[in-house]
């Protein structure tokens, strides 16, 4: 009896535990992650910048590219006329600083996608089959992350076409090896559930039990990687168009402002040249970083009921 | 005699242990170790015994969800411990199985219409959506679910539900053989019930044969027609129930046995106590595996290996008590 009365009690605790944490999946995401006010405020300033990056054309007020060799027009204050000044060639920093968040954005946006694809894969591939597979390729991993990220991007950097995509692919290729281990991590526990077992009796192929029996129950932790992915990706974009090896001029990015902008001269005689593209980079990549963590946390049976 | 369905002959499986990659294994686990047995079609052959005896591992050898270190599996006489996927195929319909965990036997991120129409689909057993509706419906239907259950997802069902949906999804391709792995344990008492009687009513219906794996023996008496116990990876006596429950020939098999509980506080039963833990399958007794723990061993059994015996027409019993 007393048996018997355990296997009851054990049997309701889980199935009760798994009803909480189940019940209207994205409801119950959204309960917790509001509860997170700073991740909330990020969320908000994430979307005013993207959106203020796809409609900068409306909101510019004058030609980004536009060079006034004009004395008069150059290096002016902030006023009604040029809302954060001109630089020093008379460019208005506003209509600069919306159009070179397009850059960033699509760079660290395509260097998110490329490193997840390719992270997620490979670590998929490592974790599902194990052993010596497994053994080898992280130890490639391993090496990988054993090199200096900023030494081998600039030899990569000297490679590649510098546009958008040559950026994101030489960022991409250098960051991708977080997500592997996170991938792989969870696939060597994934792939001892029964339901795996079950389609592999079921005579499922490999691929099809990875990528649609697997992966989607890995989509939490890859999603608040990704995000934390797009705020590392814009500041290491910045780096390197701040050392001359992003995108070419006429093209910049909120990195390449500042790259304009370190002439000491400069900076004495027009500070706003610097500080607002700072500001922008800081404020995206912060508001990336707190909207991760407030996707992690919510995401996170875990950690659900801490707070 | 008929050919039985499912033959399983001398089969091994061997876990190394300790071993870091590229290095040699420490030791082996010898989870199952050498058995033989044969279930006829429309039977059900119970596997009886505790934790860690190799029974859930024999379950998954036969299916080849592992695969054995040594030994034959043989389905309706074909050897299939060979072919390699494609080869494969073919028998995976024939054979599937149930789990224990009606919680991870499911795949989370899918609803039971997917879990039902895929095996379908990949198998081309429907031409069309319309056909695969109506069979994921119909084998809704089969195990007292409602078709209209299909949009759901498992999290929105109980244990006792999920095992039905579990059951579905094994009879999808039709099989003749299915693997019941302790498919009631995880189960309310309640529930475990309707569970196994519903494993009886597919069975009249369907023709099917089972492998029910358990470690609860009035529940393996009342589903099997046949039983197996095991005893650190070997099975020890094999018969059929009635037989095995009324007259144990093996001691560990007479010990198991009197920890049934009878329902009825005036009976007095005289209970065999085993003393001791379950030897390391990693380094198992030498002669009989169970002679640690024997309340009956002789010199004779720390020396040699006791070999199985017929006894009568369908009982067959390893121990040296017997000759």
Redesign the interface.
């Known amino acids: 009896m007393a048996k018997?009365l355990e296997?009851?009690t054990g049997?309701n605790q889980?199935?009760f535990g798994?009803?909480q944490?189940?019940?209207g999946l994205f409801k119950e995401f959204w309960r917790a992650f509001r509860k997170n006010r700073l991740s909330v405020i990020s969320c908000i300033i994430l979307l005013l910048i993207i959106i203020s990056a796809v409609l900068a054309p409306l909101l510019a007020t004058h030609d980004p590219y536009r060079i006034n060799l004009a004395k008069e027009l150059q290096k002016l204050p902030p006023s009604s006329e040029h809302y954060l000044g001109t630089d020093d060639m008379g460019r208005d920093v506003w209509s600069r600083m919306l159009y070179g968040s397009r850059i960033s954005l699509v760079v660290s946006f395509l260097t998110m996608i490329i490193s997840v694809t390719l992270g997620a894969a490979y670590g998929a591939i490592s974790g599902y089959y194990g052993?010596?597979i497994d053994?080898l390729m992280m130890r490639v991993v391993d090496v990988l992350l054993s090199l200096p990220t900023m030494f081998l991007l600039i030899i990569l950097a000297a490679f590649v076409k510098p546009n958008a995509l040559g950026i994101a692919l030489i960022i991409g290729f250098t960051s991708w090896m977080r997500v592997a281990r996170l991938v792989r991590g969870q696939f060597l526990s994934l792939k001892e559930?029964?339901?795996v077992?079950?389609?592999?009796?079921?005579?499922?192929?490999n691929a099809?039990i990875i990528f649609?029996?697997i992966l989607?129950?890995v989509t939490a932790p890859i999603i608040v990687n990704a995000t934390l992915m797009v705020a590392s990706a814009i500041l290491v974009e910045s780096t390197l168009s701040f050392l001359g090896l992003g995108v070419q001029p006429p093209q910049f990015s909120w990195g390449s402002m500042l790259t304009n902008a370190q002439d000491l001269i400069l900076l004495k005689e027009a500070p706003w040249t610097a500080v607002f593209p700072g500001i922008a980079i800081f404020l995206t990549v912060l508001s990336f970083n707190f909207f991760g963590d407030g996707l992690r946390d919510a995401l996170d049976p875990k950690l659900k009921n801490i707070k | 005699m008929t050919l039985p369905l499912l033959e399983v002959i001398d089969i091994k499986k061997y876990f190394p242990v300790g071993k870091e990659?590229?290095s040699a294994a420490a030791g082996l686990v010898k989870a199952v170790d050498g058995i033989n047995f044969s279930v006829y079609k429309g039977e059900t052959l119970g596997l009886v015994g505790e934790s860690g005896c190799g029974k859930s591992t024999a379950g998954?050898v036969i299916?080849r969800?592992i695969e054995p270190t040594a030994g034959q599996i043989k389905f309706n006489g074909v050897n299939i411990e060979k072919l390699n996927?494609k080869q494969?195929?073919p028998y995976?319909?024939k054979?599937?199985?149930v789990?224990?965990?009606p919680?991870?036997?499911?795949?989370?991120?899918?609803n039971i219409g997917e879990t039902l129409g895929?095996?379908l689909k990949?198998?081309g057993l429907v031409k069309n959506k319309a056909e695969m509706e109506k069979k994921v419906s119909y084998l809704l239907e089969l195990v007292g679910l409602s078709p209209s259950h299909r949009k759901r997802?498992p999290?929105?069902f109980?244990?006792g539900q999920r095992q039905r949906i579990?059951m579905a999804?094994a009879l999808?391709?039709e099989p003749e053989l299915i693997v019941c792995d302790e498919p009631v344990s995880?189960?309310?008492?309640s529930i475990q019930a309707q569970i196994i009687n519903l494993l009886k009513d597919l069975q009249k219906e369907l023709g099917l044969t089972y492998v029910f794996i358990a470690h609860d023996l009035s529940v393996v008496k009342h589903i099997s027609d046949r039983v197996a116990v095991m005893y650190l990876g070997k099975i020890v006596e094999i018969s059929e129930k009635n037989e095995l429950y009324d007259h144990p020939l093996h001691p560990y098999t007479q010990a198991l046995l009197s920890a049934i509980p009878i329902p009825n506080p005036e009976v007095k039963k005289e209970r065999v106590i085993l003393t001791g833990d379950v030897p390391s399958p990693i380094n198992p007794p030498s002669g009989c595996r169970f002679r640690t723990r024997c309340p009956k061993a002789m010199e004779r059994c720390a020396v040699e290996e006791p070999v199985v015996k017929k006894i009568g027409a369908e009982h067959l019993v390893a121990c040296h008590l017997l000759d």
Request: glycine share 6%; aromatic share 8%.
């Open positions: 018997d296997i009851i049997e889980t199935e798994n009803m944490e189940h019940t052993g010596r053994s559930q029964e339901f077992e079950a389609a592999r009796a079921l005579g499922y192929s099809r649609r029996h989607p129950n | 990659s590229g998954r299916l969800l996927f494969l195929l995976r319909r054979m599937q199985i789990f224990q965990d919680y991870g036997s499911l795949n989370p991120r899918m895929e095996p990949v198998h997802y999290h929105e109980s244990g579990v999804r999808t391709l995880a189960l309310d008492v």
